[in-house]
């Protein structure tokens, strides 16, 4: 089995917008995300058309997020294009059931392109891949498209390379070998993946911006990297500080990073378990 050359919508149970600013708020919670996306999905086939380029203008003018104060980097921009794709065909079916993607791609609008209407234009919408695409391995990729099934956490696992790797790295070390192929195919395997890629989703020791892993926003566009919880706290890392990191974990106490740890260090254990020979 070889994962798609392009991961942005690898099948038909979720898709990633994260490029098009989907999780580029300060709420940016899972419902949160999702509750926002549905309304301005909602509002979109209300409002817009996309043979109507006045619309699409004025849609914009109306539902880009452009506060600063609302945003973690606030030189990127958040698309208003970005939508729940299929919810006017099931407007009563839950968000989470959606896959995300742009609702002016000649895709979805019998080959009419809406694109440059939006935060950047056709060329840029369609040659953009992010780095994830070449330094993902196919095995990591594989797992990830396996054991994640939402478009709101697969988004977030797809794009933090260093999650993903940390999780092989640790494997390995507990095993005394890389994770084998076949053994990464168990379901018990892709289960346990699965509740380690889950630690983003609500991670309970995320700071505001934690969202965006091992990279702080500052103004404009400007980033750095996160100190992990340690550095913080002025004590000596273990060797899950990196996946710490990458969960934007921020803690005030010793024991808020033990206890940090040993939610990690549980669920990378039950995965090197299940790809034990
Ligand atoms: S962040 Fe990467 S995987 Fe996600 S939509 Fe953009 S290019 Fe595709
Ligand atoms: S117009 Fe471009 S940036 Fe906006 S949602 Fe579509 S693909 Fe994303």
């Avoid at 260093?162 to 195919?185: K, T």
């Avoid at 702080?216 to 750095?224: H, N, V």
């Avoid at 899950?240 to 040993?262: F, I, K, N, P």
Wanted: proline share 6%; glycine share 6%.
């Amino acid at each position: 089995m070889k994962p798609p050359k392009i991961l942005c919508h690898p099948d038909s149970e979720k898709s990633c917008g994260a490029c098009c600013g989907m999780y580029n708020r300060r709420d940016n919670s899972h419902a949160a995300t999702l509750e926002r996306l549905s309304r301005r999905t909602r509002a979109f086939f209300d409002e817009a058309r996309v043979d109507d380029e006045q619309s699409l203008r004025a849609f914009r003018a109306k539902w880009e997020e452009t506060r600063a104060e609302e945003k973690l980097l606030s030189g990127l921009p958040n698309c208003p294009f970005l939508g729940l794709l299929g919810l006017q065909e099931r407007p009563d079916d839950p968000p989470e059931s959606f896959k995300v993607g742009c609702l002016v791609h000649p895709l979805q609008n019998d080959g009419l392109d809406g694109r440059d209407c939006g935060v950047y234009d056709r060329e840029t919408c369609d040659d953009y891949l992010c780095a994830t695409h070449n330094l993902l391995g196919a095995r990591e990729k594989l797992l990830v498209l396996q054991a994640v099934s939402d478009s709101y956490l697969y988004g977030l696992v797809i794009t933090d390379v260093r999650f993903v790797w940390e999780l092989f790295a640790l494997a390995a070390d507990e095993n005394g070998m890389d994770p084998p192929a076949r053994c990464l195919q168990r379901p018990e395997a892709i289960e346990a993946a699965a509740d380690y890629f889950e630690l983003k989703r609500d991670w309970p020791y995320a700071d505001d911006d934690g969202i965006f892993g091992q990279v702080q926003p500052g103004e404009g566009l400007e980033t750095s990297r996160r100190k992990g919880p340690s550095a913080e706290l002025g004590v000596e890392p273990d060797r899950y500080e990196a996946v710490l990191t990458c969960l934007g974990t921020s803690v005030d106490s010793q024991e808020a990073l033990l206890e940090a740890r040993s939610l990690v260090r549980a669920r990378v254990e039950a995965f090197a378990r299940a790809v034990d020979l």
